[in-house]
């Protein structure tokens, strides 16, 4: 719980899993059982790229989106996956190139099959709620189950789909098989719900058709836009950006031209800084108006519960800033007929809380002082599997063992640093790192003094390997002193987060 409750920063947990394991894996449809006695495989490359040649989108999919609910289920000892609902969507947001690769492993991985010749045609990684909820000591009292949905390509023949959930060793802990038949009956079709939704950047590349510029919809009063004859998405390059949805909790009905400016805020706050200053053309970035029948958030440490959109509440894990819901099935059904790749939830309240899990989903609140600087932090989580670069000094879990390079590209335990920003290294700039004593302390700086601020903000663009991230204060390490990955009170990411944010936006738009 120590990793919820820190500072006056930005802190979510995010990239989580469970400490160890000698949990019994399971598979509930019965291929590739394994049991706690077999070795435990690691989930790498050759387990996906049994095929170098790339996947042809239009030979294995069509242009619509399969939707898989999931619910993933059990305690510290034991985890099952179930499989909830299959449901077709209009349309295909995500990426039609480098289908069968992964950029990150995460903490999970869908890994998509022809069903004929086993050849793997779609991966997608990702962490779960449910994977930081297994370290919590609840987890060693009760069983409980957390919802999750996944969108992947529609296929055009048979498929088999593979959960596998991983510990922070990377080794495979839960894994789950079954059969997707394109023309199963029971592949629920669903469309929009009619929740408004409203395109508040759409981004510009060569295959952008129309002037996207001079069509604008009439801001009605509250919450409907209303569009003069044309399609929202119009003049929208699916295809070539990456989408994000924003969705709306906590407002009411009235309240939705506030929503649209907040969302404005979070994108002009995204698109302020690099890396993204100059990756915004390969975004596009759509507002969805879902309303809510009461203002403001569930606060359950105050007693309160409103009626919103997500599910979301503070306390979660009784973690008081802790922002999340468990529920996504619900996020996913606000988001029918809208496609999108990406999903931040954005929650009407000016209490300091937030959380973002990789290739999940983000909450951050629209209202308070620092909305702008957690918003970019929690995206950089969920977006581009960034870990969070602070520590605990009195940190009891160890999070990163000391065998396992973690897959989060801005931290290391130095098992296979090479594989990480050792060629970002200064010349001679020893390992560890010692900090640079000239550089202000965050917790003490007056904010107005330009000066101050001025170097505290330049000890981010420094690479080194200084001790210290991961909610680890031994044995686990981050690239810069201070970063947006670290602190509220620095403007830019450090030149290893900002070149993972790049490299993973060339993965998702690669041609
Ligand atoms: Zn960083």
Request: proline share 5%; net charge negative; glycine share 4%.
């Amino acid at each position: 719980m120590k990793r919820h409750v820190i500072m006056a920063l930005a802190v979510f947990a995010s990239n989580m899993l469970y400490a160890d394991p000698t949990f019994a894996t399971m598979n509930n449809n019965t291929e590739q059982v394994t049991t706690q006695d077999e070795p435990r495989r690691i989930l790498t490359e050759d387990n996906m790229m049994d095929n170098n040649d790339d996947i042809v989108f239009d030979n294995y999919f069509i242009d619509k989106t399969l939707r898989i609910d999931y619910v993933m289920a059990g305690n510290a000892n034991e985890q099952h996956i179930y499989l909830d609902e299959l449901k077709q969507q209009d349309r295909w947001a995500g990426r039609k190139s480098r289908l069968a690769e992964k950029f990150l492993n995460g903490n999970g991985q869908i890994t998509v099959r022809d069903h004929k010749s086993h050849k793997v045609i779609y991966v997608w990684t990702f962490s779960t709620l449910f994977q930081e909820w297994l370290l919590e000591d609840e987890a060693k009292r009760v069983n409980r189950a957390f919802d999750a949905s996944y969108n992947i390509p529609f296929p055009k023949a048979t498929i088999d789909v593979t959960v596998t959930l991983t510990n922070n060793h990377q080794k495979v802990v839960t894994e789950m098989t079954h059969t997707v038949d394109p023309n199963d009956i029971l592949i629920r079709k669903i469309r929009n719900n009619n929740i408004p939704f409203h395109y508040v950047w759409k981004g510009k590349t060569e295959n952008t058709k129309t002037d996207i510029d001079n069509k604008e919809p009439k801001n009605g009063k509250g919450r409907n836009y209303v569009y003069m004859g044309f399609d929202p998405l119009e003049g929208v390059n699916l295809t070539d950006c990456i989408d994000l949805a924003i969705v709306a909790d906590g407002y009411t009905e009235a309240q939705m031209g506030k929503f649209y400016n907040d969302c404005q805020r979070a994108v002009d706050a995204l698109f302020a800084r690099e890396p993204f200053k100059s990756l915004k053309n390969r975004f596009n970035v759509v507002a969805v108006a879902a309303p809510s029948l009461d203002e403001g958030p569930s606060v359950p440490h105050n007693d309160v519960w409103k009626r919103g959109t997500s599910g979301a509440h503070y306390d979660t894990f009784y973690s008081d800033r802790y922002l999340m819901s468990q529920d996504m099935h619900k996020i996913y059904d606000l988001l029918s007929g809208v496609p999108f790749e990406h999903i931040m939830v954005l929650i009407n309240s000016n209490t300091y809380g937030g959380g973002g899990i990789y290739n999940q989903v983000t909450f951050s609140t629209s209202d308070h002082p620092t909305f702008k600087e957690v918003f970019v932090h929690e995206f950089g989580h969920s977006y581009a599997g960034l870990a969070d670069e602070y520590a605990y000094d009195d940190q009891d879990n160890e999070w990163y063992p000391a065998d396992t390079e973690p897959w989060e590209p801005n931290i290391t335990t130095l098992k296979n640093f090479k594989s990480k920003w050792a060629d970002l290294m200064p010349k001679k700039q020893p390992i560890p790192t010692p900090i640079d004593s000239k550089v202000p302390d965050f917790k003490k700086i007056d904010k107005n003094d330009e000066k101050q601020m001025a170097k505290l903000n330049a000890c981010t663009q420094v690479v080194g390997v200084f001790e210290g991230a991961g909610y680890q204060s031994k044995g686990c390490y981050r690239p810069a002193q201070e970063c947006r990955m670290k602190i509220n009170e620095v403007e830019d990411f450090c030149p290893v987060c900002a070149r993972a944010i790049r490299r993973i936006t060339d993965f998702y738009t690669a041609k």
